[in-house]
């Protein structure tokens, strides 16, 4: 049986990232993982931040993504960060499962000129308190 949570956040295949991307998770038993209410959200949310929008408008989600990738090559500035926290909040707001983001904070992590770390806190549909994402970006084009 689903618990509510879980009904209510989702479910889907656990990812595992690495420095080469993304990969299926296998439990003890063989079977793929799957990663059920707020271990779901957590793992959703980075990826809807992550895809360009509109990437995936051939499968019927044309405005799921965000636009962060427009902002590869620009200046690791205060306009540059406070564009990606406006992006990075427009996006994840469009998730049905998030209420609310609350306090978006972009750090510039020291020693990497072209990476600003994003602090954001989110208010889930069933939750009483917001979880905390952190989001790295670089601008750097890879």
Known sequence: MVDQRTEQ???DLRLAWTWRGADLVVDGSGDLALATGVDNIVQALPLRLRVR?????ALGRPRYGSRIDE????PNVTRTQVM???RAREALERDP??????DVEAVVVPGERDLIRLRLQVRLVSAAEPISL?????LEAS
Request: aromatic share 0%; proline share 0%.
């Open 9 to 11: 956040l989702g479910a």
């Open 53 to 57: 929008r509109g990437e995936l408008a």
């Open 71 to 74: 902002l590869v090559g620009e």
């Open 97 to 102: 499962r998030v209420v609310e983001v609350g």
């Open 84 to 86: 990606l926290m406006a």
């Open 134 to 138: 952190v989001h790295d970006e670089r």
